[in-house]
């Protein structure tokens, strides 16, 4: 296969990092995304994405509650094409990290609480010594292979190009720039 179009940008994968960026750069310019695979073959398209910001550290759960606002609106714009699955989600950590992530996710806008040992019992028989637990009602899950589904047909929507079923097998590179994707079929 040869490529008589140029292109601004060219993405690599489209795992959930892959097809989120040309979901966002479809529409500023040419955008193409090639897949070795069949979308949804990677381990995106095979995981629950869940979606939490509960972590063990503060930088984590700052990212992770960034991610959730992503997926927020993407879940949003999508309408009924993606279905969250709302689980919650227990966190544990010892006492003096859950008080401090549980202040922070307050300060991030996003709902947890500290649960104590009688509160944990209320999800059945859980098999931990924990006395504690973050319990965050917000988070869930979505399918993978949805998500991918939707942030590629976003793209395309926008002018973007995917192409699945053909990997790259090398760069161009001049003067510190990418020129060409070799891809096995041609350029």
């Not at 544990?92 to 649960?115: D, P, T, Y």
């Not at 899950?141 to 793209?155: D, R, T």
């Not at 090398?170 to 990418?178: E, H, I, K, M, T």
Request: hydrophobic share 45%.
């Amino acid at each position: 296969m040869t490529f008589n179009t140029s292109y601004d940008h060219v993405i690599l994968g489209g795992g959930i990092v892959g097809a989120w960026c040309f979901e966002r750069l479809s529409g500023q310019g040419r955008v193409m995304l090639l897949e070795q695979g069949r979308l949804g073959s990677g381990v995106t398209g095979f995981s629950g994405g869940i979606i939490r910001a509960a972590h063990g550290d503060r930088e984590a759960t700052r990212a992770a509650a960034l991610g959730m606002e992503a997926y927020e609106r993407l879940i949003r714009d999508a309408g009924a094409a993606l279905r969250f699955v709302n689980s919650g989600y227990l966190h544990f950590a010892e006492s003096a990290v859950l008080s401090g992530i549980a202040a922070l996710m307050g300060e991030l806008g996003r709902e947890a609480q500290v649960i104590g040992a009688d509160q944990l019992g209320r999800f059945g028989q859980l098999d931990v010594r924990a006395q504690e637990a973050i319990w965050e009602p917000d988070a869930g899950y979505l399918n993978g292979a949805e998500v991918l589904g939707c942030l590629i047909g976003q793209g395309v929507r926008k002018g973007g190009q995917f192409i699945d079923g053909l990997g790259a097998v090398g760069l161009r590179v001049s003067d510190s720039a990418v020129v060409g994707v070799e891809t096995g079929q041609g350029l």
